[in-house]
């Protein structure tokens, strides 16, 4: 006869979220019980072992078992099944999911519940309505929008890889031709969003993902914004928006004209992490940064690679020059 496993907070959500049956969590105790030697009069496993023996047979994945610890039963936002947390995007968490009539797997991101105010609500839905507008292999595609309730979510396709960021911290700066590819793909992508009138505005490794295929998308386009924005169709309109590191110099200094030169400039410094590890001006506050983008040129990148070629760092100082022209 099967044991009965509801008496603790974690098996309760367990069942009560449908990611396991009672015979998951008999198994699981039972294959603890084993492992450890112990006999069925020893004291039961704590719900953190219970966990971990979830995981480690592949019942849960770490991100599900520490939901359920906390007390989470729900995992679901209207037809999609929460699989796994992706990360943090520009404006709220993102998530891995699946369709739970279709199969599809999914990238969603969520509008946190306590910034889900009125003015954040339409800036989502503008996000939201610049991604449907745009039509291209290198950059990430809508698949869906909606809300659950009072929680407002856009599903996008799931890219599986790594973005750049994470991708050069874990193998160290990329080679010429490894890092062209993946900027080219992301520079086509740029170029769709240009012609269509909009520009990305946060362009960064974090915001590339990069595919096991060597290609790359662009993604999260929290910010971005038309190119003949006013002050009644852009709230983010004459306000300094992006990532400091990555930010051009004539963002900084008209940030009321906006350019698709804004995105080649940081496009260049994502070109220049990519191949030395390193962000163009490391260190300082974010004042120093502004300051450093329009007054300094970065370290000579083949100090830090000196497989560079002239050539490949003549075209990175052009993308990165002071003066758009």
């Known amino acids: 006869m099967a044991e009965s496993n509801s008496g603790s907070q974690f098996q309760r959500c367990a069942i009560q979220s449908g990611l396991l049956t009672e015979q998951d969590l008999v198994d699981a105790r039972a294959g603890i019980r084993w492992s450890d030697g112990q006999d069925c009069n020893d004291a039961p496993p704590t719900d953190k072992q219970l966990a971990d023996r979830l995981v480690e047979i592949g019942k849960l994945n770490v991100w599900q078992a520490k939901q359920l610890l906390d007390g989470q039963t729900k995992f679901t936002l209207g037809p999609y099944r929460i699989i796994d947390s992706i990360g943090q995007g520009g404006m709220g968490q993102v998530f891995k999911a699946e369709h739970q009539v279709l199969g599809r797997v999914v990238a969603i991101k969520v509008l946190p519940r306590a910034k889900s105010t009125p003015e954040a609500i339409k800036s989502f839905t503008r996000e939201i309505q610049a991604l449907a507008s745009l ?144 962000v163009p001006f490391p260190g300082g506050t974010t004042a120093d940064k502004a300051r450093a983008h329009q007054e300094f040129r970065p370290l000579d990148p083949r100090r830090l690679n000196p497989s560079l070629s002239n050539g490949f760092v003549d075209v990175m100082a052009d993308m990165m020059a002071k003066d758009p022209a």
């Open 135 to 278: 039509d291209h292999k290198n950059l990430v595609e809508a698949v869906d929008a909606g809300h659950d309730g009072n929680v407002y979510y856009m599903v996008t396709e799931y890219v599986p890889g790594s973005d750049l960021h994470k991708l050069v911290r874990r193998q160290g700066p990329l080679d010429m031709q490894t890092a062209a590819r993946i900027i080219c793909d992301v520079a086509e992508g740029l170029s769709h969003a240009h012609q269509q009138g909009l520009i990305h505005r946060d362009v960064k490794p974090g915001n590339v993902l990069v595919m096991p295929d060597g290609h790359a998308k662009l993604s999260d386009l929290g910010l971005a914004g038309p190119v003949d924005a006013d002050k009644n169709t852009d709230p983010r309109f004459g306000k300094i928006v992006g990532t400091a590191d990555y930010i051009s110099p004539d963002h900084i200094k008209s940030p009321w004209d906006p350019t698709p030169l804004w995105d080649v400039y940081s496009l260049g410094g994502t070109l220049y992490y990519a191949v030395t590890g390193s």
